[in-house]
């Protein structure tokens, strides 16, 4: 007798009774890249993610109410303001194009749950996640403060979670004291609390013109080498108050998406950045790959892998052809 493995692979019913992994909208998010300027064009396509676009205003609005109609049901906001200063003003700035997108977005479509992307690298002349020192180090309890301002002012612009990616030491804790005593006590964080310096952000290095001036980050981003750092991130960030926490990159990493599901109860999200996005895009787009195919093998080992949430550029593609 041997093991009559098919058994269970016979039809189509069969195999999806005994699935062990699922995708659901609700586990997927959509992230916006949004332009400040009142002459932007609606929507300007991005070179490096194709199928992805940098939208204005009321470009956002239109994009998000359309997938909203397919099923998208939270997304995640990046700014790219017009200009740039030392200290990122604009990233925390009332009337910043993140905070103007959130009150338009909360305006026309609240039922979208909708998460920013607090950092200050799209804001800064330099590039960097955090204010800069002569030596162009960077520097880490100086930029808490302006963290923690930018994360308080997405929240009064109406913000349903904000997701903090910078990676300086202690900004979960600056961040939700300033939450919690600014009448923001029930609004969640979701710490990118294991992010890697990786070569897979290069695509939305240019989507959002956020490439650091000089240097890299890797003196703040994990070393893509470290599995056991990756725990000790997490559980900082859960100490200081993190509600979800998040793994980033989530293909390169599946074993610390893994390690992390097993070590911690949270929530659990994985980023599938934007490199990760392009590689599967241009392959099917050559013919190489067939893109729907890989970008839902891809999508469920990130679940499978034990990730709660996805945030996907896929996210649309894949309900607009009714494969979610
Ligand atoms: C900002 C930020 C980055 C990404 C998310 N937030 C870029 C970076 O750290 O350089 C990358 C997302 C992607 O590649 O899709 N700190
Ligand atoms: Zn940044």
Known sequence: MFHRGRRLRGTAVLREMTRETRLHPSQ????YFVQEGADAPEKTPIAAMPGQFRYSLRGLAAAAAADAGLGVRSCLLFGIPQK????????????GIVQQAVKLLKDTLPDLFVVTDVCLCE??????CGLVDDNGSVLN?????????????????GADMVAPSDMMDGRIGVIRTALDENGFASLPVMSYAAKYASAYYGPFREAAGSAPRFGDRKSYQMDPANRREALREIAADLEEGADIIMVKPAGPFLDVIREARDTFDAPLAAYQVSGEYTLIKSAGELGRIDENAAALESLVGIRRAGADLVISYFTRDLLRQGLL
């Open 28 to 31: 997927l998010i959509m992230p």
């Open 84 to 95: 740039k200063d030392a200290a990122g003003g604009g990233a925390y700035a009332a009337s």
């Open 123 to 128: 804001y800064t002349d330099h590039g960097h």
């Open 141 to 157: 309890d100086p930029s808490l403060e302006l963290l923690a301002r930018t994360a308080l002012s997405h929240a009064e612009a």
